[in-house]
């Protein structure tokens, strides 16, 4: 998780001021002293503690913000979930979800492998009741064991979706994209994964480029119509890069440090 130590050594100093009594220390989403268990956990908390247990066992210990934001999350119809799981509602109540757990070490997991696990379990563990067959599916995952994540097949088809819409406003010639090839949508995948700029090869791109199917496709014969491939492909790379892979949109502000997220209605 690549803001552990930032938030470890937050909830480290958060504590002290407890020790040296500060009457309003500043927030810390894990601290149990400021957020204690108002009542027993639910039936639905256990068992999504359980769960996320098996996929990331460093977690240690939560409390209230983590037990609330839970049942918030429960109280989402599954698409509201899946379409704002990068930026919106979602994503903001995962997010203090993961803040707010205590963790033992260092998680193996990704940040953003942990918000969909636990979106996974949300919907299919506790509202599907298909435990086992997640467990099977993902325990072991040889792309989690790779990537510290991974992509469930909504999200790929979420994000592929975006893809395309833009992708046919930025042909040229009257050039237009009409059918995608099956093994456009695994090199789509296979994109997502490479989160630098210096992973993200433009032989990939084009090798996706090549699996659509073009309505007044240009030719390679002119230097014009190479150049306008050219400029095609670069487009593609750099969409990748701004958009973080498709989850956000290039001129949203970046995040260049953790946030404590503030919800409508999370009361």
């Keep these: 998780m690549e803001w552990y130590h930032v938030w470890n050594a937050g909830y480290i100093n958060h504590k002290r001021e407890h020790d040296l009594g500060v009457i309003e220390p500043e927030e810390c989403l894990a601290c149990e002293i400021c957020n204690p268990i108002e009542r027993e956990v639910s039936a639905a908390f256990k068992k999504f503690w359980d769960a996320l247990f098996k996929f990331e066992d460093t977690i240690l210990m939560y409390n209230n913000v983590t037990h609330k934001e839970l049942l918030n999350l429960l109280s989402m119809d599954n698409r509201e979930r899946e379409d704002t799981i990068h930026k919106g509602k979602c994503r903001n109540i995962v997010d203090r979800i993961i803040e707010s757990i205590r963790y033992r070490q260092q998680p193996k997991m990704k940040e953003k492998g942990l918000r969909i696990i636990i979106v996974v379990i949300v919907r299919d563990c506790i509202e599907g009741d298909l435990e086992n067959e997640v467990f099977d599916r993902l325990i072991g995952c040889p792309e989690i064991m790779e990537h510290g994540y991974i992509l469930e097949d909504w999200d790929v088809e979420n994000r592929f979706q975006k893809f395309w819409d833009w992708y046919n406003t930025i042909l040229e010639n009257e050039m237009k994209a009409i059918h995608v090839k099956k093994l456009a949508i695994k090199l789509f995948r296979d994109l997502l994964y490479k989160e630098t700029e210096d992973l993200l090869r433009r032989e990939e791109v ?57 919800l409508e209605d999370s009361d």
């Design 206 to 262: 084009v090798e996706l480029i090549i699996q659509i199917e073009y309505q007044n496709r240009w030719g390679v014969d002119t230097q014009e119509e190479k150049d306008a491939w050219k400029r095609l492909i670069q487009k593609v790379r750099q969409r990748f890069i701004d958009t973080k892979q498709f989850t956000r949109e290039p001129e949203d502000p970046e995040s260049a440090s953790p946030e404590s997220y503030e």
